[in-house]
Structure formats: structure tokens, C-alpha cells
């Protein structure tokens, strides 16, 4: 795993639990047509804006956000 | 420092021991503050009783020795008669005016001060209407006017009658004193049950406060796990407070969303391979 993707699955975790390397990885090859393991810090803005919309219809809508706004900050 | 569970029970814990401990302390204090209220008052209610029992004891023999001093005159002379009977007198009215004093010191009320307050000076009206019997007699024993004797009389009469005034009030300040220590201890048994009440009050509010905080989010987790258990994920986990079950909320929460991410996986898988499946 790339040094961002550890970072952003830290900053997941406490979010997903044991979900977040698969909802991130579906996250990534579904819409950045990357795998997880790639990810850069050039994508997390992309992948913010996909994780909030995504992470809404599992969680609070207000956490979603508060997950997204987190990763994009990275 | 962070509002755990333990720190709420114990500062709870701490908050009704000490509250009962104020409790307890404010009730003795107002006990054994009426109470010696209560003994001060009997103290001087007995005190103005007795003295002016003693007064009035004093005033009578004065009387007695002066009357005994008059008839003496004439049956053992006159100088003979005042060395036998005036010097005990004037001992007599020298106490009368010693308690007097005393009564007008201790008494508790003004009016009972004023009542009192009379008994030196009709004390020393019949000191001086005595000494003016002294005078007309002589050493000689020579006839007494009238108006001395009569002024004497006088004398005598207004002492009598303000040392049995100082008695009843006497009477009535003992009474008084029976009066107010009733009044004292019921106002004690108000005041102490007043007091507890409130403790009361305090401790049942703080309990069931520290109920309420550890309770509500309790019960909503159980609600919780019990609608995951029958499959229902479509709930929020809501975190109540930032202690050790705020952080099971938050478990409960990661749980749940965890849960229904993998569902909505296979989900996705099986729709997917029903599709191909479909498709051959």
C-alpha cells in the first residue's frame, strides 16, 4: 500500500471499521479507475468527492461528510 | 478530566456523601444551636424566678425588722432598738437592692427590665423614710409625727408592691421560658426535618440524573443490537455522551455501517452474477 493509502485508511477506520479497505478500493476502481493500493495525493480530492455520497447510503450523512472533508484535508 | 462512567459515579458518589454530610452538619449545628438557646433561656427564666422570690423574702423581713425596730422604741430605748433591728434591716435592703440589680441586668425584655427597674428605687424611698424615723426618734426615743410614720407606711407599701410585681414577672419569665423551649424544639424538629427534605430532594435529583445519563444511551444501544440482531441496519446509532458508552456508540456504529457495506457487496456480486449468468 502507498504511504497516502495508509493515511487515508487511519483517517477511515474509526468510520468503516473492518469495511474500510473495501469500501475505499470499490471507491477507487469504480470511479478513479485506480486501485487502492495506488492511490497519490493527488487523487484524494476526486476520492473525497466520491466517498461522501457513497458513505451517506451506510452512514450518517453528517459523518459521511465529516469522513470526505477529512481525507480531502490529507 | 473526562466525564467517564467512573468519574460520574464517582463524582456522584462524592456529590450525595457530601451532600448528606452538609445535611447531617447543618442538623446538629441547628440542634445544638437551639438547644443552648433553649438552656440560656431556662438559665434565665429559673434565675428571674428565684431572685425575685428572694426579693420579696427580703422585703418582708425589712418590714418585720422595722416594725420590731418601731415597737422596740419605746420597750428597749431607741438606740438599743436600732442597733438590734435597723442594722439587719439595712442589711436587708442592701440585698433587695443587689438582686434588684441583677434582675434588671438579666432580664430578658424591656418590660420586664422596667417592672424590675422599680424595686431599687422603691428600695431606697423606704431607706430614707426610714432614716426620717430614725431622725424624729432621736436617741432619745422621742414621739414619731404622724406624717412620718404615715410617709413610712407609704414607703413600705410601694416596696411591697414592687417586689410582688418583680415577682410575678419572675413567675411569668419561668413560664415564658417553658414557653419558648416548646417553641424552640419545635422549631428545631422544623428546621432538621426542613433540612433532610432538601438532602433528600438533592440526592434523589443527583441520582436521578447520574441514572439518566448511564440509562438513555444504554437503553438506546439495546435497541440498537436488537434491531441489527433481526437484521434491520437501517438505524442511527446516536452517541449520548463522551464516556465509555459514547465510545461503544461509536463501535456499534462502526459495526453497523461495516455490516451494511459487506451486504451491499454481495448483494452487488449477486446481481452481478445473476446478470451474467442471465446474459449466457
Known amino acids: ?74 | 478530566m473526562k466525564p467517564t462512567i467512573k468519574n460520574k459515579l464517582v463524582g456522584g458518589c462524592t456529590g450525595l456523601l457530601l451532600v448528606i454530610l452538609g445535611v447531617a452538619c447543618i442538623g446538629a449545628f441547628s440542634v445544638f444551636s437551639l438547644r443552648r438557646s433553649a438552656f440560656e433561656t431556662t438559665r434565665v427564666g429559673d434565675r428571674l424566678n428565684s431572685e425575685s422570690l428572694e426579693v420579696q423574702v427580703h422585703t418582708l423581713q425589712a418590714h418585720n425588722l422595722a416594725r420590731a425596730y418601731l415597737n422596740g422604741i419605746t420597750t428597749m430605748g431607741a438606740e438599743q432598738a436600732k442597733s438590734t433591728f435597723l442594722d439587719e434591716a439595712e442589711f436587708e435592703i442592701n440585698e433587695i437592692q443587689n438582686l434588684a440589680a441583677n434582675l434588671v441586668k438579666i432580664s430578658p425584655t424591656e418590660a420586664k427590665r422596667a417592672k424590675f427597674a422599680r424595686i431599687p428605687a422603691a428600695a431606697d424611698a423606704y431607706t430614707q423614710a426610714l432614716d426620717n424615723i430614725v431622725k424624729a426618734a432621736g436617741n432619745k426615743g422621742a414621739a414619731i409625727p404622724k406624717e412620718t410614720l404615715d410617709a413610712y407606711e407609704g414607703a413600705a407599701t410601694r416596696l411591697t408592691e414592687s417586689a410582688e410585681d418583680g415577682e410575678v414577672a419572675g413567675h411569668e419569665s419561668s413560664q415564658t421560658s417553658q414557653e419558648q423551649i416548646e417553641a424552640t424544639s419545635k422549631r428545631s424538629v422544623e428546621l432538621v426535618t426542613g433540612v433532610s427534605l432538601m438532602g433528600l430532594l438533592l440526592a434523589l435529583t443527583m441520582s436521578v440524573t447520574l441514572s439518566r445519563a448511564i440509562l438513555i444511551p444504554v437503553e438506546h444501544l439495546k435497541q440498537v443490537a436488537e434491531n441489527v440482531s433481526m437484521g434491520n441496519l437501517d438505524i442511527t446509532v446516536h452517541r449520548y455522551s463522551e464516556d465509555e458508552i459514547g465510545d461503544l456508540a461509536d463501535s456499534f456504529s462502526r459495526m453497523v455501517t461495516a455490516v451494511k457495506f459487506f451486504r451491499s457487496e454481495v448483494e452487488t456480486v449477486q446481481a452481478e452474477a445473476g446478470s451474467g449468468r442471465g446474459g449466457r
Open chain 1, 1 to 74: 500500500m502507498s504511504e497516502t493509502s495508509d493515511k487515508v485508511v487511519a483517517i477511515s477506520k474509526p468510520y468503516f471499521g473492518p469495511a474500510t479497505e473495501s469500501f475505499l478500493n470499490r471507491q477507487c476502481i469504480g470511479h478513479l479507475s485506480i486501485g487502492f493500493n495506488a492511490l497519490e495525493q493527488s487523487h484524494l480530492k476526486e476520492l473525497a468527492k466520491w466517498v461522501e455520497p457513497a458513505a451517506a447510503k451506510i452512514m450518517d450523512p453528517n459523518k459521511a461528510a465529516e469522513v470526505a472533508k477529512k481525507i480531502a484535508r490529507l
